[in-house]
């Protein structure tokens, strides 16, 4: 187990993740809280759950709440750099499924509700779970601990 933690928090990337680990984490952590408790001009969890469950993702108010939950406690982890990398895979996936079920069939286009946003941080999490953290980043305390 202890290798397997060592493996997924040990980065080689510099300081140029933290670049994109700040707003990308800053970006999730908002949108969760939309889904979450309706912050920001979001609907909270009964509200996005209606919306899922009438496009098919039933039960509605489970799915809000993991995608929320993806979303906030993912961004947050990324914006700390801890365990970025399973955080990053978590939040990809998260736009995988958000592109496929609500923007695909939009187009590209934010103007048309369509994926490009998504597309977007599908791109920034994929990178970031390639990377992992980098140097500023709490995964390095877990490494560096875990290498004792």
Known sequence: MKALIKRITHSTAGFSTLALRVPVGIIFMAHGVQKLFGWFGGYGLEGTGQWMASMGMEPGVLMAFMAGSAEFFGGLFILLGLLTRPAAVALAFTMVIAIASVHLSNGLFMSNNGYEYALAL???SVSLALSGSGKAALDNALT?????
């Open 122 to 124: 599908l791109a920034a």
């Open 144 to 148: 560096t601990r875990l290498a004792k």
